[in-house]
C-alpha cells in the first residue's frame, strides 16, 4: 500500500531562484514571452512578465506588470534597474523561467529571491 501512494505523489516542483529585487512578493498569471513585440500583443496588466532579458524595448509595457522576471542578467542590468525604478517585485538570473506556462499561476518572492507555481 506505501508503495502505491508513493508511486501516485508527485513531486513538489522546485522554485527558481535569482537575485531579488524589491520588498514585496507578487502572486500573478504568468505571461512568458520571447521579446518585447510578444509582449506588446500578449501581456495583460497585472501580469508577471516572464523573458530571456529586457532591453529598452521592454520599456513602455513595465508600467502595466505586476512582477518581472528573467533568466538573464545581475545587479546592474536594465531588467534590474527598472525594476528598482518602477518598483516592481522582480527576480533576475533565473535560469529555465521561460520553460513556465502563459496562463499558469506564480508567486514572485524577492526577498527570498525565488519563484514559484502556486
Not at 536594465?78 to 527576480?91: M, Q, S
Not at 533576475?92 to 499561476?105: Q, V
Amino acid at each position: 500500500m506505501l508503495a502505491m501512494m508513493a508511486a501516485e505523489a508527485t513531486p513538489q516542483q522546485e522554485p527558481l531562484r535569482g537575485l531579488g529585487i524589491g520588498d514585496r512578493t507578487y502572486r500573478g498569471r504568468a505571461c512568458v514571452v520571447g521579446d518585447a513585440a510578444d509582449a506588446a500583443e500578449r501581456l495583460e496588466e497585472g501580469d508577471v512578465l516572464i523573458t530571456a532579458f529586457t532591453g529598452p524595448a521592454f520599456n513602455s509595457l513595465l508600467p502595466i506588470v505586476g512582477a518581472l522576471v528573467v533568466e538573464e542578467g545581475g545587479a546592474m542590468s536594465h531588467a534590474a534597474i527598472v525594476a528598482r525604478e518602477y518598483g516592481i517585485p522582480a527576480i533576475i538570473g533565473a535560469a529555465g523561467a521561460t520553460s513556465l506556462t502563459t496562463g499558469d499561476t506564480v508567486e514572485v518572492d524577492p526577498l527570498a529571491g525565488v519563484i514559484r507555481m502556486v
